[in-house]
């Protein structure tokens, strides 16, 4: 199984609403990502999680708030968005062991509307 | 390629030749390189990589070449076909085990005409 799930596939939140986006992967990685993704452009990194600890956050702004429950599930806590946010959220895992090349395998993210 | 406002550089080939996708990466640290595609509406898709320690490395049908000296990597498709379209990028990967972060080229689209 080399396949990283992302649920809901598409949302549509207001400003003042809190949701969640959630990411599971049943390859056995210690590692997983969080990234966005404007409209012909980039990926462009969140979070990154090793072994379920946050090690990386790329000064993101505190109304997104990630959670690692597990070594399979990552979760992006969303609450007072605004519309600039929306975009496409993209999830990530790798295996994140010695000798990894660090190849990431991506879901199929969650198109995110803020109105 | 470099992007442009909101449009991402495009290269138009015929079903059948061969397409060159070209990237600069801007860090000489970098140990590891990989080929993304993206097809609309979809997550990027695992297509080669390839480590610093190379300078060349060939998958079915596509062929990455690492040029460390001038920071630049290419993307070779033989014999492109209509399900080759798609946004290409290039990612290149900074850090160790547990802070390992991959930092995206801006894109190349590739259409493929029948």
């Known amino acids: 199984d080399t396949e990283v799930t992302q649920t809901p596939k598409h949302l549509v939140m207001g400003m003042t609403n809190k949701k969640s986006l959630k990411c599971e992967q049943h390859m056995g990685h210690r590692a997983m990502y969080w990234y966005k993704q404007k409209a012909k452009k980039p990926p462009e990194l969140m979070f990154v999680y090793s072994y379920e600890k946050l090690s990386i956050n790329e000064s993101v702004p505190s109304r997104f708030s990630p959670e690692c429950p597990n070594s399979s599930l990552l979760n992006l806590h969303l609450h007072a968005l605004q519309p600039e946010d929306s975009a496409l959220y993209l999830c990530?895992?790798?295996?994140?062991?010695?000798?990894?090349?660090?190849?990431?395998?991506f879901g199929p993210g969650t198109r995110l509307t803020v109105t | 390629g470099e992007s442009v406002g909101l449009h991402l550089p495009t290269l138009s080939v015929q079903e059948g030749d061969n397409s060159i996708i070209n990237c600069a990466y801007s860090n000489s640290a970098s140990d590891y390189f990989i080929w993304y595609k993206q097809e609309s509406g979809k997550g990027p898709q695992f297509i080669i990589d390839?480590?610093?320690?190379?300078d060349k490395r060939q998958g079915q049908r596509v062929t990455v070449l690492l040029n460390k000296t001038v920071k630049h990597l290419s993307l070779q498709i033989a014999a492109t076909q209509p399900g080759d379209s798609a946004v290409y990028f290039c990612?290149?990967?900074?850090?160790?085990?547990?802070?390992?972060?991959?930092?995206f080229g801006s894109g190349t689209r590739l259409q493929v005409q029948p």
């Open positions: 390839i480590r610093s320690n190379m």
């Open positions: 990612a290149e990967n900074i850090g160790d085990t547990g802070r390992r972060a991959l930092t």
């Open positions: 990530a895992s790798s295996q994140d062991g010695p000798g990894d090349r660090g190849e990431q395998y």
